[in-house]
C-alpha cells in the first residue's frame, strides 16, 4: 500500500478530457448542418484527445509497474535478509512485497503490450519461485 500511495503522490496519472458540454445536451435545430459540423468538429476533437489520454495511460500503467516490481523485489530482499531474525517484521514485509509484486503485476496489465505484460508475469513467477524455495524449502544452515 505504500508504494501505490508514493507512486500515486510522486508519479501522478494523466488526467482524462472532459467530454464536451456541448455533446451532453440535445440542441435545437437537429441535424441541420451548421449545427451539425460544430458538433461533429467537437466530437471529433474530443476523440483525438481520448486516444491521446489512453496511450498516456498505457505508457503510465507501464512505468507503474516498473516501479512498482522494482520496489517489491526490494522490499522482499530486504525481508529475507535484513530481518531474518525478527520474524514478525520480516513476515509482515515479505506479505508486503508479495502483495506489491500482484499490484505491479495488475498494473502490467493495464499497459496494453503483451510482450510487457509476459515480462511482468514470467519475472513475478521467478521470483515467487525463488521466494518460496529461500523460504521454505532451503535447508537452514548448521
Avoid: C, H, W
Amino acid at each position: 500500500m505504500l508504494v501505490g500511495v508514493g507512486i500515486a503522490a510522486f508519479y501522478p496519472e494523466p488526467k482524462p478530457p472532459e467530454y464536451p458540454s456541448a455533446l451532453k445536451i440535445p440542441r435545437e435545430g437537429g441535424l441541420n448542418q451548421p449545427v451539425f459540423n460544430e458538433l461533429k468538429g467537437e466530437q471529433e476533437e474530443f476523440d483525438r484527445l481520448e486516444k491521446a489520454f489512453e496511450q498516456n495511460l498505457e505508457t503510465y500503467n507501464r512505468n507503474v509497474s516498473i516501479i512498482a516490481i522494482v520496489a517489491s523485489i526490494i522490499t522482499l530482499v530486504v525481508s529475507l535478509t535484513l530481518f531474518g531474525k525478527l520474524l514478525l517484521i520480516a513476515d509482515g514485509l515479505l506479505l508486503g512485497g508479495v502483495l506489491t509484486l500482484l499490484y505491479s503485476i495488475i498494473r502490467g496489465f493495464g499497459s496494453g503490450n503483451n510482450k510487457f505484460q509476459f515480462i511482468i508475469v514470467s519475472l513475478s513467477f521467478t521470483v515467487a519461485l525463488i521466494l518460496g524455495y529461500i523460504k521454505l524449502a532451503k535447508p537452514p544452515k548448521a
